[in-house]
């Protein structure tokens, strides 16, 4: 089978790193993989893995005036359509990686079965507007959550749920049911600094949690740089002044993770398919995340929700999972079970490739139907 993935954006973070690992098991199942998308850091770690790399135009907004990025973006959409009907000629099936690329589409059908990943809740209008205009172009819609799937399913897209799995093995020794002992009590958060992961609001609970040490894993997005800088002058007042340690990006994460007493998921916009607290739940480390998404259908008795941007909710949070022993062991056992109950990586590509099969033996660009 011979597969077209079409990414909108030539960065990386957790929807570009699902999209690898699901390319990259096609491959190991014998299957003819191109990736479409921009030079940059998914583009650079695409081809070390060995994918066949295609380069197109950037078809996210860049930064600087509206007007100005809108008419760029919609230059960008236009250069990338004949490309983009090359590519899809002689495939089997194509999978966009977000609605921001259907543009180029023109909202027509490129001929082969075509599928869109949703790794989004959509709460911005412009991104509603987009996947209402050029939905015509796709036959299937695969979102990471129900939350993630809402509006596809509002549409009468054909769409089904594939929930994310968990990249990291089970231990034994993680699955002690002890709570980590270090000295100083070590909390962690892993997101990229951007504004809606939240960082500025779990700075301020932490500020209300005395002795405890906050480790922040994850690097800033390009424009981003002003929102790190503002978050370490916000660490070096008296009252964190010691206790927050920003780590960058890391390739050891899980390493780093293993001597956290808690992991953090303070988004104040709703996560689609949480990835850092699936990876979390199979370190055995109880988690406290905003009460947003698809969060919400993943944690179940791993950890404690909290409403969003309420320091004072989220500190309380930490701090009784710190004292109460028994609730902290109860989380940690549930963790690693959900994930053998079907929350696993193997479990996630399985389900993938089980649905691209289906996808792939459609007739051309017959439509699928509202389910």
Not at 151 to 161: C, F, G, K, M, P
Not at 198 to 225: K, M, N, R, T, W
Not at 312 to 326: K, R
Request: charged residues 20%.
């Amino acid at each position: 089978m011979k597969v077209v993935a079409v990414s909108h954006t030539g960065l990386l973070s957790g929807a570009e790193r699902v999209l690898l690992g699901q390319l990259n098991h096609l491959v190991s199942l014998g299957h003819d993989v191109t990736l479409a998308c921009a030079d940059g850091p998914l583009a650079d770690e695409a081809s070390i893995t060995g994918l066949t790399v295609e380069r197109i135009r950037e078809l996210k907004p860049g930064r600087g005036p509206r007007v100005l990025a809108l008419v760029g973006l919609a230059f960008n959409h236009a250069m990338t359509a004949r490309p983009l009907r090359r590519l899809a000629q002689n495939a089997d099936v194509v999978l966009f990686n977000s609605a921001l690329a259907l543009p180029a589409t023109g909202g027509r059908h490129l001929g082969p079965p075509t599928g869109l990943f949703i790794h989004d809740v959509m709460i911005q209008s412009d991104r509603k507007a987009i996947l209402r205009l050029f939905h015509t172009a796709v036959n299937r819609a695969f979102a990471v959550s129900n939350a993630a799937a809402a509006y596809a399913r509002s549409l009468e897209i054909d769409t089904r749920v594939l929930f994310n799995g968990a990249r990291f093995e089970i231990r034994d020794s993680d699955v002690a049911m002890t709570m980590r002992s270090t000295d100083p009590v070590v909390v962690g958060i892993v997101a990229a600094l951007t504004p809606w992961k939240g960082h500025e609001s779990l700075l301020e609970a932490i500020s209300l949690v005395p002795d405890v040490h906050l480790e922040i894993l994850g690097a800033p997005f390009p424009g981003d740089s002003e929102y790190e800088a503002s978050l370490k002058r916000r660490a070096q007042l008296p009252d964190l002044a010691g206790r927050v340690h920003f780590l960058g990006h890391r390739p050891d994460v899980a390493e780093i993770m293993r001597r956290w007493s808690l992991s953090i998921s303070a988004s104040i916009e709703p996560e689609a398919g949480p990835l850092v607290v699936l990876e979390s739940m199979a370190l055995a480390l109880p988690v406290v995340a905003t009460a947003l998404g698809g969060t919400l259908e993943v944690l179940g008795d791993a950890g404690v929700h909290v409403p969003p941007n309420d320091p004072p909710a989220m500190a309380a949070a930490i701090t009784n999972l710190l004292e109460d022993t028994a609730a902290w062991k109860r989380c940690s056992a549930a963790g690693p079970r959900a994930i053998r109950g079907g929350l696993s990586l193997t479990d996630a590509l399985q389900r993938f490739s089980n649905e691209l099969a289906e996808l792939a033996q459609r007739e051309m660009s017959a439509p699928l139907g509202p389910r």
